[in-house]
């Protein structure tokens, strides 16, 4: 890959990068279709977020993915919201058109996505979703709609209330909240149908952390961990030992992540190429 003054640059920011494998799946994207871009990532604290804004508007970044924990405060600071991700709440994907930035969300996307390949039907089952911070509102918003009943459990309750309030008056549905203690837990996924991991319980250096105790999985129990690194968390091997369906995280990062290419060059994304090239990463760190 051949960069020059004419390269548009593609960014992940958010707190912490450094475990991602973004750059990693753009990058061999953009050079299997010859594209001139390139995909970094920056390190970017909650209150640095102004400031960064600031600097890759000077700086005329082309694109932006944004992950923990900025997600929702970014919306701000932009100067228009797409419809997916004025709906959510929160902004995972950015474009720059002209002078202005525009916040998309594909996260949701991402995740109807990597149900619908791992065979994952929706209609008239329970799902609980785990944390309502930014991945949770999209996830929240994009299965809402589909499901028979939706739970939020999060560890600050005032939030997942504040989301359960913002898609009754957004889409009109009713979803129940609740804490994460083991009493709640218990209650409500003993007749639950999906399990969704949206908290970052689970990954790497905290890998030996489940936020889930083993007894309460079941072989009828579908289990999603947005976490992908490990790609095979505690969580999932629990859930595996069981008998039950697992959908690990790197789909999702996949699927999210072929959305924002899309936004960002308006090509059709290589979806092989960049499992390839997830899937080689993972093999090397974990080997390494």
């Known amino acids: 890959m051949e960069i020059s003054g004419k390269t548009k640059v593609c960014a992940l920011i958010g707190d912490p990068v450094e475990h991602s494998l973004s750059p990693t799946m753009h990058n061999a994207a953009f050079k299997h279709l010859g594209l ?47 419809e997916s991700a004025l709906e959510i709440g929160a902004v995972n994907t950015i474009l720059r058109r002209g002078d202005k930035l525009i916040g998309y969300n594909t996260d949701g996307v991402g995740a109807l996505e990597a149900l619908r390949e791992a065979g994952v039907h929706l209609q008239g089952i329970k799902a609980v979703i785990l944390g309502a911070g930014g991945a949770a509102r999209a996830v929240a918003f994009a299965t809402a709609p589909k499901v028979k009943e939706l739970v939020i459990l999060n560890r600050t309750i005032t939030k997942a209330e504040s989301l359960s309030r913002d898609l009754k008056h957004r889409l009109g549905v009713d ?15 003993k007749d639950a149908n999906l ?21 309460l999985l079941r072989p009828d ?24 369906k697992v959908v690990d995280g790197l789909s999702m990062l996949l699927f999210q992540g072929a959305a924002s290419f899309s936004i960002w060059t308006g090509r059709e994304p290589p979806l092989e190429v960049m499992r390839k090239a997830l899937k080689s990463a993972l093999e090397e760190r974990s080997s390494g």
């Open 36 to 82: 001139d871009y390139v995909y970094l990532a920056f390190r970017v604290r909650k209150e640095e977020l102004r400031n960064a804004i600031d600097g890759i508007r000077a700086l005329k970044i082309h694109g932006l993915n944004v992950t923990k924990p900025l997600k929702v405060d970014v919306t701000a600071l932009l100067d228009d919201l797409d």
């Open 221 to 244: 129990l579908t289990v999603f961990d947005l976490v992908y690194n490990p790609i095979e968390t505690r969580l999932l091997k629990e859930a595996r030992r069981v008998g039950a």
């Open 175 to 189: 979803v129940r909240f609740g804490g994460l203690s083991e009493v709640e837990k218990e209650e409500e996924l």
């Open 195 to 215: 399990l969704i991991n949206a908290t970052s319980i689970g990954m790497k250096p905290n890998e030996d952390l489940s936020p889930v105790s083993p007894n």
